[in-house]
């Protein structure tokens, strides 16, 4: 682990548990709050307070309530969002010097050497690696039938992927494993179009000649 990744980890488990804690404040600040509104109620039955005093002191009591609930959300999302990156930190570094190639290995040996249930190891590893496997490419180049000249600024597409085709009438696109109809659009030239197959880490080529 290099010393970006531990400053990392430092700061994020700092805020980590710092917000831990911190969902408690809210919680413990509501049930303060109810409770004094209650007393208040009370004691306004009694004579002990006006009743428009005692009417807007609760009604200040349910608004402090009110943001209370509100700081409760706000550090629960803080909590998640810390506790999500803090997580994903630890389990990329031990996957990287992991020898187990199996997913289902690798999440129970993460799973084994931290504190973290599988389901988050589970998610936050497919997201690791998904880039990684996930993706194809489909690359060519687009050419004038009659005179092989190359079309350069050609449109072409594959599902809801588009690349323009650079000077040399080269394109490339990125895209998710499946079955495209790929289709090259130019000025002045019929559409051409391909069923084209894409299997993930693969690159496929299919080259264009527009008549």
Do not use: W
């Not at 700092?14 to 208040?40: C, D, E, H, M, Q």
């Not at 629960?76 to 187990?100: G, H, V």
């Not at 009659?146 to 050609?154: K, R, V």
């Amino acid at each position: 682990m290099d010393d970006v990744d531990n400053i990392l980890i430092k700061s994020y488990e700092t805020k980590f548990l710092r917000y831990s804690n911190s969902v408690l404040f809210p919680l413990y600040s509501g049930v303060l709050i109810f409770t004094g509104a209650i007393v208040v109620f009370l004691l306004s039955q009694t004579n002990f307070i006006t009743p428009i005093f005692s009417f807007v002191t609760i009604l200040v009591l349910i608004l402090l309530y009110l943001a209370v609930g509100v700081l409760t959300l706000y550090f629960k999302a803080k909590y998640e969002e810390y506790s999500r990156k803090f997580k994903t930190i630890i389990i990329k570094d031990i996957a990287a010097s992991s020898s187990n190639t199996s997913f289902d290995e690798l999440v129970e040996e993460i799973t084994d050497k931290t504190f973290f249930n599988k389901e988050d190891v589970q998610t936050i590893l497919f997201r690791l690696l998904i880039p990684s496997v996930q993706t194809g490419t489909i690359t060519g180049t687009v050419t004038n039938a009659s005179s092989g000249a190359p079309i350069a600024d050609t449109i072409v597409t594959a599902g809801s992927k588009t690349a323009t085709t650079n000077s040399n009438g080269n394109y490339i696109i990125s895209i998710a494993p499946g079955t495209y109809t790929v289709m090259a659009s130019a000025k002045g030239f019929v559409n051409s179009t391909a069923s084209v197959i894409v299997t993930a880490g693969a690159t496929i080529t299919h080259n264009f000649a527009m008549a």
